[in-house]
């Protein structure tokens, strides 16, 4: 799970802002954070595996969903689908991590929060 969620965050938010691809020291700072928060979660340990896996699915499948398309419309210079795919980032990240999208960014330390 560590790893879905950091791809879903590094995802959404590099969408969600039109930013360049957060840099490898930054993903590592952030899985590291995760691995810890998620292996203490409570909630985590009471998942079961087969739930475990769907979330899981869901967080590669939303997150490849939004980057592909992304992409695309990067490549196409098609602002209109770029503004859609931005618009989805950011009601990923309010519906699965509970938190304003404007407030995440990356810098090349890891995950901010800012204001």
Do not use: C, H
Not at 33 to 62: R, T
Not at 78 to 106: H, N, Y
């Amino acid at each position: 799970l560590p790893a879905a969620f950091t791809f879903f965050i590094a995802s959404t938010v590099t969408v969600y802002r039109d930013d360049p691809e957060p840099s490898d020291q930054a993903i590592d700072k952030l899985w590291d954070g995760l691995s810890g928060a998620l292996a203490e979660s409570p909630e985590m340990a009471n998942l079961s595996d087969s739930e475990k896996q769907q979330l899981y699915d869901m967080l590669v499948a939303f997150s490849g969903f939004v980057l592909a398309g992304y992409m695309e419309s990067k490549t196409t210079g098609d602002a209109d689908t770029l503004k859609v795919f931005q618009t989805l980032s950011g009601e990923l990240i309010r519906t699965v991590l509970k938190t304003d999208p404007a407030t995440l960014r990356f810098s090349k330390d890891g995950l901010d929060i800012v204001s």
